[in-house]
């Protein structure tokens, strides 16, 4: 109570732009990343890779390599006979290549030596030798009716044929004004985190255990593979996150890089530290896929979809990876944005000799979404409407199921709507803005945490353990893994505003197996609204036990307790006891408090059986964006400036306003690299763009200013109503910036990226058109 | 072939024996033991590796730590105001400019380095001068408004001395 005799109140955590706890480590450089970790008795790992991108290895000579001095260990594909892989249908990858090679730069052997210049003349003086097989760097070889098999269990080189028809399609064409079809062709792109790959393992020959430092987003998925590749059992493993320098979804399975440094580590019975360059995290990949998307709309006269049918292809790379989830998300979402009934899809997923890809921010959704957006503008131009009235038209009319069996319980997209048409003054601009300028319109929407873990395990979705004790900080234990998205700042907030007490009382200590429990990683969205829900369950459990601590002592029952975040008191006239004398109550007798809070997914949210695979795509929240792109195309050069964007993204409750525009506008921009520069580039299946200047990242200068804004929905199961925040606004930019440079220039471009060449293609061919035209009449 | 290096680190003078193809950013992490600075790629792409060389913002991956003798060299460890962050890490703080933070160390040596020689910058100028810094995380918006932050604290505390 102060001088004014006011109670103190609850400390507010929810809803406050608090910078991220881990902010000072971060930008003090203190902040150790897993290639920090430096022993002066830690060996160098490297790893050697194919040069071929298809053959038969018939024999790897290690002695040269052995016999170097400075060379610990030399390990090849007979290391393990284990394959590594995210389904547990499709674990096929191994490690290091056996008897196959199927991408250039697929590992085929590896070295720990004394400093890493031994380890890459090591490297170099291992012979292989290889019989070279044909191989095919696009989905169509891939596909031909000669092409061999990648894997023997792949018959055709298809790793998943997804194929489902939901409502009548047929009727709904029927039905259409206007049946229209488009087809568009994405790039492939990659992750670019600024961290490349490395690996820390220390290998204990006494006790035959291991620990392994890893630059991943999935820890335990990383046990769990290591465990598997290695033939350890898990208790003798101890996976610990570092600071983790993003990831962006290439860090979403276990890599080679880390079941490597492991197996070198064991194979030396001590500590190799593996750092792969860049060239190489590039090859490493697990990036958005090379795709095709065709799609054959019916529209009736006031914009209504009647009915969609979408074929697409996806070039693969040459193992699994997160590939059959992907071809399943990319159908699956083309549900749950708008009110669709009557749907077909018929999805491949192609094995060829490049890199694997995998889960890019926006799983699966950012290319059909793509497609999907163009074909509504191609058709809302045809029929005379305005892009906003024809997602208008076509919102969804009542939460609950869609046709798929998804489940919607909160939809913020009309009010997105709204506020970028006002925010870009959409109304009063398009149709007039001067020659080379144009605003374009794009919606996207995202899962928040898949409802199915890969591993179907029967535990919870999410646990976090709290500790208390004597010094009155209350400790979250969570195997969560912040990767710069802000997860740990998110799990204070939530457990501080629950008891009320100021956020700087609450630490984290966050995934390493032998202390925090289990958790699935960062990916899908899931860490805010599931660890979130967790995390809230445990604040709630603690606080019951702060309650009747303080009960005890006021001599009433806990009902009677009035939990003022600092100060707990029993009647209103009362001083009440101060945060720390409650917590020292609550250790009377019994000593270091622990609790836990646990989350799990409503079976409702699990997704339909409408056809096999249907469970992907089911999640309890579907977050929301709008964005309009603003843009200024040089007539001569055709080079595109972003001079604007306006996004407005429905996270429901945002639980930290600051973080939630950092998380959207970070979406936009890497949206914006795949739709205008990115793309990685092949030479007989040799990458050629294996750098940050060849890749074209976006710099400060090709940036625009994003004017962001936060839509609440609050959706009735999220964490305070919160839903995802990092992913949604990614793929809207992509048909935006199409359709903004279709306005400005009259050329729609339906290869990605836009880049000037292909947009002066179009318009030089369109003049060439006009002049014909003039020339006829 | 190994020569002598005597040279200032975040103002405390080292001499090493170093060989003449060490970098200066493998001398500073590996020989130092300052991990602050980051290597974000092959060489010359991201600027992660930025740091000053007598005052002057550099990537010390194109820089050879022997052509260093006689040069003052500072790192992101050697930023602060007092056991506090300085006015620069408080704006990437603050305003998010900082979201894995792998960038950042390079991309904080590159404001100073920049506000150093022009306190005031406008957005341009932000934006031309930090080009040859990438990040991946926040599409650079927050991260101007960070050293737009720090301008304004900057002159603040100028007017009050």
């Known amino acids: 109570m102060d001088g004014n005799g006011t109670p103190p109140s609850p400390v507010k955590s929810i809803g406050v732009p608090l910078p991220m706890v881990d902010g000072p480590e971060k930008i003090s450089g203190r902040a150790q990343y897993t290639s920090d970790f430096y022993d002066p008795s830690a060996l160098a790992g490297a790893i050697k890779r194919s040069t071929v991108a298809h053959a038969r290895i018939l024999n790897v000579d290690t002695s040269a390599a052995e016999a170097l001095h400075g060379v610990h260990a030399v390990i090849t594909g007979s290391e393990t006979d284990e394959g590594h892989g995210v389904l547990p249908i499709s674990r096929t990858e191994l490690p290091i290549a056996h008897d196959k090679v199927r991408y250039r730069g697929e590992p085929v052997a590896a070295v720990a030596a004394d400093s890493i210049e031994i380890a890459i003349k090591a490297c170099g003086l291992i012979k ?75 290998y204990d020959g006494e006790r035959d255990e291991l620990t392994v430092r890893a630059s991943t987003q999935v820890p335990y998925y990383v046990h769990l593979m290591l465990s598997k590749i290695l033939k350890m059992p898990k208790s003798k493993i101890r996976v610990i996150k570092p600071y983790i320098g993003g990831g962006f979804g290439c860090r979403t399975e276990a890599l080679n890089v880390e079941m490597i440094t492991a197996m070198l580590a064991r194979r030396a019975k001590g500590t190799v530290r593996t750092v792969i360059s860049r060239e190489d995290t590039f090859i490493t990949h697990r990036g958005r896929q090379e795709q095709t998307v065709k799609i054959r709309m019916g529209m009736a006269k006031d914009g209504r979809v009647t009915a969609v049918d979408c074929k697409t292809i996806q070039r693969g790379g040459a193992h699994s990876g997160y590939g059959i989830v992907t071809i399943l998300y990319a159908g699956s979402m083309l549900f749950a944005i708008y009110d669709l009934h009557h749907v077909r899809y018929d999805g491949k997923r192609v094995l060829t000799n490049t890199p694997p890809c995998g889960a890019f921010r926006g799983h699966g959704t950012v290319n059909t979404r793509h497609a999907f957006e163009n074909a509504m503008d191609e058709m809302a131009e045809k029929l005379g409407l305005d892009p906003f009235e024809v997602r208008r038209i076509n919102l969804i009319k009542e939460l609950g199921f869609t046709a798929s069996d998804q489940w919607i319980n909160s939809y913020g997209l009309p009010e997105c709507l709204d506020v970028v048409e006002r925010a870009s003054g959409w109304r009063d601009r398009i149709g007039n803005l001067p020659p080379g300028k144009g605003l374009g319109l794009g919606c996207s929407h995202y899962i928040s945490g898949a409802s199915k873990p890969v591993n179907w395990t029967g535990e919870p979705h999410a646990t976090i353990n709290l500790k208390l004790d004597f010094d009155g900080s209350v400790v979250i234990l969570t195997g969560a893994s912040e990767i710069g998205q802000g997860s740990n700042t998110i799990l204070v907030q939530c457990v501080a505003e629950v008891l009320g007490i100021d956020p700087s009382r609450v630490k984290v200590v966050d995934a390493d197996s032998r202390v925090t429990p289990k958790d699935n990683g ?60 409650v917590v020292m109550a609550a250790l009377e007798g019994t000593g270091t408090i622990t609790v836990k809070g646990n989350f799990d ?28 792109v603003e843009v200024t195309v040089d007539p001569n050069t055709a080079e595109i400036t972003v001079d604007k964007v306006w996004v407005a993204h429905d996270c429901g409750k945002a639980l930290n306003p600051l973080t939630v525009e950092g998380q959207i506008q970070g979406s936009v921009w890497m949206g914006m690299g795949q739709a205008l520069t990115e793309e990685t580039a092949y030479h007989d299946g040799l990458l050629i763009s294996g750098n940050m200047l060849d890749y074209r990242v976006p710099t400060f200068v090709d940036s625009p200013p994003i004017e962001t804004h936060i839509v609440e929905s609050n959706d009735p199961h999220g964490p305070f109503g919160a839903k995802e925040a990092g992913e949604a606004s990614l793929a809207g930019f992509l048909p935006a910036l199409t359709s903004a440079v279709a306005n400005a220039m009259g050329v729609r471009v339906h290869e990605l990226p836009v880049t000037p060449d292909r947009l002066l293609q179009l318009l030089e061919d369109k003049e060439r058109e006009m002049r014909a035209a003039t020339a006829a009449e | 072939m190994k020569s002598y290096l005597s040279l200032q680190v975040n103002g405390r003078q080292r001499d090493d024996a170093v060989s003449g193809n060490l970098l200066l950013v493998d001398y500073l992490r590996e020989v130092v033991g300052l991990t602050g600075t980051k290597i974000g790629c092959d060489g010359g792409e991201c600027g992660l590796c930025t740091v000053l060389i007598d005052g002057k913002a550099q990537h010390s991956c194109l820089t050879l730590a022997a052509t260093c003798n006689g040069k003052s060299v500072e790192t992101i460890e050697s930023l602060g105001d007092g056991g506090r962050l300085s006015a620069i890490q408080r704006g990437f703080h603050e305003k998010l400019g900082a979201q894995c933070g792998f960038c950042t160390p390079g991309m904080v040596m590159a404001a100073e380095g920049l506000l150093r020689e022009n306190p005031e910058p406008d957005e341009e100028t932000i934006r031309t001068e930090m080009a040859s810094n990438i990040c991946r995380c926040t599409g650079y918006v927050k991260i101007i408004e960070a050293v737009q932050f720090a301008v304004e604290e900057l002159k603040s505390k100028k007017e009050a001395a």
């Open chain 1, 128 to 202: 292989v030798e290889y019989d070279e097989l044909p191989a095919y760097f696009t989905a169509e070889e891939a596909l031909s009716e000669d092409a061999i098999d990648l894997h023997d269990h792949r018959e055709g080189n298809i790793e998943r044929h997804v194929e489902f028809e939901i409502g009548d399609p047929d009727e709904g064409f029927a039905e259409a004004d206007l049946v229209h079809e488009t087809e568009y062709h994405c790039a492939e792109v990659c992750q670019v985190q600024t961290e490349p790959h490395a690996a820390y393992a220390e």
């Open chain 1, 522 to 581: 960062s990916y899908s969205s899931r860490v805010t609204y599931m660890v979130g829900n967790a995390a809230i369950e445990a604040a709630n459990n603690l606080k019951g036990v702060l309650m009747e601590a303080a009960a005890r002592k006021f001599e009433v029952s806990p009902e009677d307790v009035e939990c003022l975040g600092e100060v707990y008191r029993a009647g209103t006239q009362d001083e009440g006891m101060t945060f720390e004398e």
């Open chain 1, 601 to 628: 997914t409503l079976p409702e949210s699990w997704g339909g059986k409408k056809y096999r695979g249907a469970a992907i795509g089911g999640t309890m929240a579907f977050s929301y964006a709008a964005q309009v």
